[in-house]
């Protein structure tokens, strides 16, 4: 990628080049960003937005690595980390989240003022921003359920709310387009502190005992398709305990890929392939990824 850092002029943040994203990733794969770039401010990173547009330079935004494969060639790209953005301020019955704060940190704040709502998200180990990128949930509950707005960066430079009567999410997408997401806003619900700790211990619970919560993974492979669960097929297609290289379907949640030790990106996406493979030829049914598959580009 050919860049020049006085492009970006009045950028107060960080850039880092040649930056190994494994251990920015959930499951410990992947190569290095050509240049990592940790924003300021939310000024900062439209500034950065708009000039990569205007250049046509390509970029990506990392939350908590949780969702996204990243090729094990690394990316010729810029990526945004904003873990710096960390802050969680109480509004009335209102939680006003920055992007880079923990999906946990926002529960546990909203548990310590007794605020319930967001409950059903626990154990996700998302960053605000990739939560609401994703719509991130569970059969119980999903991100927007509780969302009202989410302020955004976009190309043009320029940052916006936009109200949830103005966004249309969708399964496991909360469909917002090119944009860097700064902060969003829940609305929640008044209520006590014991009763939300009961049901945050009921939802954690059963995670444990469900999924591999301590492996290295990336969550959920593929979508459900309607109707059925990813997981059901891939385990009736005799799919548990598959590997490719140190990358293993989980014998917890076969729609959970397991890094064992030295995994990489490439053994993920042959994994991906042949179940998918196998479970089109045994149902007639092609699973879609619901990971995010970052090109080397
Ligand atoms: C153990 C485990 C359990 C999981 N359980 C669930 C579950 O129950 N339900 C569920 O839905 N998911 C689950 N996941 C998947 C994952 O946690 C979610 O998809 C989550 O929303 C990803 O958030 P992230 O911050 O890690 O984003 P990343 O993985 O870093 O990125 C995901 C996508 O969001 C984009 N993105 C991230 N931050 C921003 C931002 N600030 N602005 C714009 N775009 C952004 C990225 O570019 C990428 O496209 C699980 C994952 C693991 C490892």
Known sequence: MDWSRNWFEGFKGVLREGVDLSPFSHMRVGGRAAVLVEPWSEEDAALFLRVC???GLP???LGGGSNV???DEGVDAFVFSIPQWNRVVRDGNRLVASAGATLPSLIRKAKDLALE???TLVGIPAQVGGAVRMNAGTKEGETFDHLVSVRVADESGELREIPREDLHPKYRDGNLGKVLITTATFELKPSNRLLIQERIKEYLTYRNRSQPVTEKSLGCIFKN???DAAGRLIEAAGLKGAREGDIMVSE????YFVNLGA???TQVLDLIARV???VQNEFSLHLHPEIQIWPPQ
């Open 252 to 255: 917890k949640h076969a729609n």
């Open 225 to 227: 398709p309607p109707g």
């Open 53 to 55: 547009a205007e250049k």
């Open 263 to 265: 995994g990489t990106s």
């Open 69 to 71: 494969l990243i090729p």
């Open 59 to 61: 970029y990506h935004v």
């Open 276 to 278: 998918q493979e196998t």
């Open 117 to 119: 709502g967001l409950e």
